[in-house]
């Protein structure tokens, strides 16, 4: 049986950037950034499960190459009355555009690659003409 999370868990940041493989840095940025937003007890930074579900999606963005005004706004959408099926609708518009930026990314690379071929061909041709 898999274990539950319970809704008062906390964690630190010592904990949260272990286990998202993160610097304690990376994890300070997000909040000034507002994306996340810990309970602050002195100087010590409390994190609930609402930061790490928050942080999960700000990563899983990130590695999909969204910018963070891109994360911000999905992950905001979820708060808003319509709550989760705009989010939804929003982020399928999203993953359209950013599929087809890394569709042409990949296009440009392959048209990269296939120019470099030929200018290797070139030189090697050169090289055995020199011999």
């Known amino acids: 049986m898999a274990s539950r999370v319970k809704d008062d868990e906390t964690w630190t940041i010592r904990e949260i950037a272990q286990e998202f493989d993160v610097t304690h840095r990376t ?63 929003y982020v399928l518009g999203q993953i359209g555009e950013r599929r087809t930026d890394l569709e042409q990314r990949r296009r440009d690379l392959d048209a990269a690659l296939g120019e470099l071929d030929r200018f290797e061909e070139s030189c090697r041709a050169d090289l055995d003409r020199l011999r």
């Open 27 to 89: 994890v300070r940025h997000y909040e000034e950034l507002g994306l996340i937003s810990p309970e602050r007890h002195g100087t010590s930074r409390i994190y609930r499960r609402r930061d790490k579900t928050r942080l999960n999606l700000i990563l899983r963005g990130k590695r999909l190459g969204f910018p963070l005004e891109e994360i911000r706004t999905i992950i905001d959408l979820y708060e808003t009355p319509r709550g989760r099926r705009s989010q939804l609708e």
